[in-house]
């Protein structure tokens, strides 16, 4: 397969990256105890849990895209029907499925921030978490049909 042809692929995986970090570098402003944001005391209580709880979701997300920028390598060196692929969707299930857990957890801050200042917290932390759950259920089936059809080339280069 051609270098050129998962080239997009990579830029978009790239693009996707930037403003997720871009977010946790602005983040680290927003959650700065003597910032005027937290003024209230329900608020300044809140910081801390979200502020680990979003940095320990992205060190899952920014493993799982760089699994991804693998899983695409391996396409581009024609090794797409490999283990090293399906360890690659394996790894970015269990960051999907990680960041889930993540996002459930800390629902109940989301909550409580929605609560005392009317942020759109509970639809954001619901968005993240479906959306995690998706891929990792898509993640599940192509690791699925991958190792199908790995079992039945070798079935295939048995026979022949």
Request: aromatic share 12%; with cysteine.
């Amino acid at each position: 397969m051609k270098h050129g042809s998962t080239l997009f692929l990579k830029i978009v995986i790239l693009l996707l990256g930037l403003p997720v970090l871009g977010g946790c570098l602005y983040g680290l402003t927003r959650f700065d105890p003597n910032s005027p944001y937290w003024a209230t005391p329900e608020l300044e209580k809140l910081q801390y849990p979200l502020l680990i709880g979003m940095y320990a979701a992205m060190i899952p997300f920014f493993i799982a895209l760089y699994q991804t920028l693998k899983l695409l390598g391996y396409i581009d060196r024609n090794q797409a029907f490999s283990e090293l692929a399906v360890k690659s969707l394996k790894r970015i299930k269990h960051c999907a499925i990680i960041i889930s857990a993540l996002f459930v957890l800390e629902l109940p801050f989301f909550y409580l921030l929605t609560k005392a200042d009317d942020a759109p917290g509970i639809l954001m932390g619901l968005f993240v978490i479906f959306a995690s759950l998706v891929i990792a259920v898509f993640a599940a089936v192509l690791q699925k049909l991958l190792q199908d059809a790995i079992r039945i080339k070798a079935e295939n280069d048995l026979i022949v």
